[in-house]
């Protein structure tokens, strides 16, 4: 075999096998971090990877790692996937659940708007990982709501939460997941005090701007193959303010049945 036929294959299996690079659905593409296989048990592999984020500098304060210790990864993960390893991962129906790098950020980003009795909205909540989080910061006297689109991944967020430590809080009703359009939000419990897309719109649905409270943030990724995470703050007086923290790539904000074609 030619020589460089042979590297090129050999780079090939390279990149397939070892290399994780979080540049699909939920990859922040200025933060690239591989992780490797840990053989000990899921809840010291959690903890190893909150651990390895707090080096990188994805999570920054104690309240943040605090969470994500609490509420495993891996019980939100599909069995055949490895949880604990910064990448993205298919849940099934054309969807993922982001990876751990951007959960971190997204939570860091909206920890001031996530105390106990604030609500919070989860849009495109897919496995239910990060509603649960939400609604561990924001207690029993808080709400935190996830919407999904697909049925089958909500009935299979619920079974989720109910092995994790946000059972109870599942239980309280403090924390519920909706089969609902997540463009639209969910006006039943607005306004809310920090919002979280977990999928790409063109532009920043008007309803959920409008279901930001005044004080309130929100986090989502806006823009088509180009996209960047948009942070946006509703002032006291309802102005809106935008910034852009980092460019990333995610599935679009788009209809269910957008979502399944070809599924």
């Excluded at 460089?4 to 540049?23: D, H, T």
């Excluded at 909205?121 to 006297?141: E, H, K, N, P």
């Excluded at 299979?156 to 599942?170: D, P, T």
């Excluded at 989502?220 to 980092?246: H, N």
Aim: aromatic share 8%; with cysteine; hydrophobic share 45%.
């Amino acid at each position: 075999m030619d020589a460089k036929i042979l590297v090129a294959l050999l780079a090939i299996v390279f990149l397939k096998f070892f290399w994780v690079v979080p540049i699909w659905t939920g990859g922040d593409l200025k933060n690239k971090i591989s992780w490797h296989f840990w053989t000990r048990g899921s809840a010291d592999k959690n903890n190893v990877l909150v651990e390895q984020l707090k080096q990188y500098g994805v999570i920054k304060t104690k309240k943040v790692a605090e969470v994500m210790e609490t509420i495993d990864r891996g019980l939100f993960v599909p069995d055949g996937n490895s949880a604990y390893i910064d990448s993205p991962m298919p849940i099934g129906y054309n969807a993922t659940i982001s990876a751990p790098h951007m959960h971190g950020t997204c939570l860091e980003l909206l920890k001031e708007h996530l105390q106990p009795g604030m609500h919070a909205l989860d849009v495109g909540s897919g496995t239910g990982y990060l509603t649960a989080c939400f609604a561990m910061m924001v207690g029993l006297q808080g709400r935190a709501v996830g919407v999904e689109h697909i049925p089958e991944l909500v009935a299979s967020s619920i079974e989720n939460v109910k092995r994790s430590a946000a059972s109870s809080l599942l239980n309280g009703g403090s924390l519920s997941l909706h089969v609902a359009d997540g463009r639209q939000g969910w006006p039943e419990q607005a306004p809310y005090d920090a919002i979280h897309v977990g999928a790409a719109a063109e532009k920043i649905p008007q309803p959920l701007l409008d279901q930001l409270k005044p004080g309130g943030r929100m986090v989502i990724p806006v823009g088509s193959f180009f996209q960047d995470l948009q942070v946006v703050d509703k002032k006291l007086d309802g102005s809106i303010s935008i910034r852009s923290e980092t460019s990333v790539r995610y599935v679009p904000l788009t209809s269910r049945a957008a979502q399944l074609q070809g599924f």
